[in-house]
T-cell receptor, first 117, second 117 residues
Framework: DTGVSQDPRHKITKRGQNVTFRCDPI?????LYWYRQTLGQGPEFLTY????????KSRLLSDRFSAERPKGSFSTLEIQRTEQGDSAMYLC???????????????FGEGSRLTVL | AQKITQTQPGMFVQEKEAVTLDCTYD???????LFWYKQPSSGEMIFLIY??????QNATEGRYSLNFQKARKSANLVISASQLGDSAMYFC??????????????FGGGTRLMVKP
């Protein structure tokens, strides 16, 4: 499978614990994005990497959230001191901008669903 | 103001008929891109179609076409010959600015399409 993969697919944790999600993008894609989707809503942008550089961060990304992409390949999203409001689906996407995809469309993974008890 | 508005929370369509899903957008940036994604119950976001703000012709991809009316700021998705497998959530999304600056998308609230046999 050469698509975007995310791990774990599901995570249940208690309030106050830390969680980490991993995303492996499509190998030739240099751009990587994290989005959050709550039930019944569209995804909301969290952060964007081009190669290893984090170029954009949403105001939704509080100081409890940190994302890294250390070697410009896989990325991790860590949430510290989780709160019940963090319960959501965390989606990773990757893209490249080529003549074959002039819009640079995002290819999404299946998401990591977080439940905070 | 909402940047992306999808006014139809849910829609029914008879199998083999065409259906139009509405999307209006709001931006003052002359360069932008519009996307439609499908999200089946499995949760994965599937890219359908892209329209750039400078594209002269409406985008088409198989059974999907985008009715782009720039002056009205609308980008409606038309699905021809509906199939049972088209039943899903559909999201309209917008990128403001040029694609080489990154695809930080703003999504609408979605439309749930249900295809009746």
């Amino acid at each position: 499978d050469t698509g975007v993969s995310q791990d774990p697919r599901h995570k249940i944790t208690k309030r106050g614990q830390n969680v980490t999600f991993r995303c492996d993008p499509i190998s030739e894609h240099n751009r990587l994005y994290w989005y959050r989707q709550t039930l019944g809503q569209g995804p909301e942008f969290l952060t964007y990497f081009q190669n290893e550089a984090q170029l954009e961060k949403s105001r939704l990304l509080s100081d409890r959230f940190s994302a890294e992409r250390p070697k410009g390949s896989f990325s991790t999203l860590e949430i510290q001191r989780t709160e019940q409001g963090d319960s959501a689906m965390y989606l990773c996407a990757s893209s490249s901008w080529t003549s074959g995809s002039p819009g640079g469309e995002l290819f999404f993974g299946e998401g990591s669903r977080l439940t905070v008890l | 103001a909402q940047k992306i508005t999808q006014t139809q929370p849910g829609m029914f369509v008879q199998e083999k008929e065409a259906v139009t899903l509405d999307c209006t957008y709001d931006t003052s940036d002359p360069s932008y891109g519009l996307f439609w994604y499908k999200q089946p119950s499995s949760g994965e976001m599937i890219f359908l179609i892209y329209q750039g703000s400078y594209d002269q012709q409406n985008a088409t991809e198989g059974r999907y076409s985008l009715n782009f009316q720039k002056a009205r700021k609308s980008a409606n998705l038309v699905i021809s010959a509906s199939q049972l497998g088209d039943s899903a959530m559909y999201f309209c999304a917008m990128r403001e600015g040029r694609v080489n600056a990154g695809n930080m998308l703003t999504f609408g609230g979605g439309t749930r399409l249900m295809v009746k046999p």
